[in-house]
């Protein structure tokens, strides 16, 4: 009976583990094709013949806040690793 629950006691873990996986792997792909997709942009426009440095300078704008994003996502994970108990605040309720 003991080694059944820690069985599913395992299976369990794992599955959390797995849906932890999907759902990181998800926040941080986004913003990381983010990125790629407007340095390739930024060259693009810097590379025409007259190039286009407001386009160019609003592509690198995003990939800043695109990279900063990905780095919340981290610091986030990491936050809720480290704690080990959970964080109680006072919530007004009535409207």
């Given at each position: ?6 069985d ?7 599955a ?22 407007s ?36 610091q ?20």
């Amino acid at each position: 009976m003991r080694d059944a629950q820690a069985d599913l006691a395992r299976a369990a873990r794992l599955a959390t583990v797995g849906e932890l996986t999907a759902s990181l792997a998800h926040e941080i792909n986004q913003p990381l094709t983010a990125i790629v997709t407007s340095a390739e942009s930024c060259l693009l426009w810097l590379r025409r013949e007259s190039p286009n440095l407001p386009k160019a300078r609003e592509s690198a704008e995003r990939i800043v806040r695109d990279g900063h994003h990905v780095g919340e996502v981290i610091q986030s994970v990491r936050s809720m690793a480290r704690k080990s108990s959970a964080e109680m605040t006072e919530v007004d309720v009535l409207i």
